[in-house]
């Protein structure tokens, strides 16, 4: 990163819109923030509201030694999610890192090197605050959880003896015995 682009970084206001193999080109570099209530596909895929929390970012753009355009990044935010094992409120951190290149069509992204995910154009542009939630949507866990919340079987474990349930004493069925006799 050139000196050039960390002054770029500071001083200028963060666009709506980059056009990331020029942004790549240029070696342009940005960072700021962005309310992650704006982003409304996560926030409908939080269960809580998201009112108030922001997501920070960084996101700079160079060329390879092959002269392939690329866009490096992180973001970091923090989402309001629901615990799948006590079903209670839980605020979730996200860290995310990111390296992705340009491309236009299926043949271009299977051309990739593996170090490189494919960043999907239909032109020329896009808006970043699209990129920045498409990233944050993919780093939502399948199942969130607290870091301390028993398992159930944790749960059942540490349950108290129920005193009418202290073992079963002879056949499950014995009650129903009777019927058949009728």
Known sequence: ?????????????????IHP???AQTEQALQGTFPVEAMLRLQALCDNPLTGLTANFQLSGAL????????????????????????KPMMYPLKITFKLSPVFDEEAAQQLPSSYEPLYLSQDEIA???????????AL???????HCLSINEMVINMPEDENFS????????????????
Do not use: W
């Open 1 to 17: 990163m050139t000196y050039d682009s960390i002054a770029l970084m500071l001083t200028t206001q963060v666009p709506s819109v």
């Open 21 to 23: 193999i020029k942004f």
């Open 64 to 87: 390879d030694e092959e002269r392939r355009a690329y866009l490096t990044g992180s973001i970091e935010a923090t989402v309001a999610l629901t615990c799948q094992r006590c079903l």
């Open 128 to 138: 970043l605050n699209d990129l920045l939630e498409d990233e944050l949507i993919l």
């Open 141 to 147: 866990p399948l199942i969130p959880k607290h870091d």
């Open 167 to 182: 073992g079963i004493k002879g056949h499950p069925f014995d009650k129903l015995r009777h019927l058949k006799v009728k």
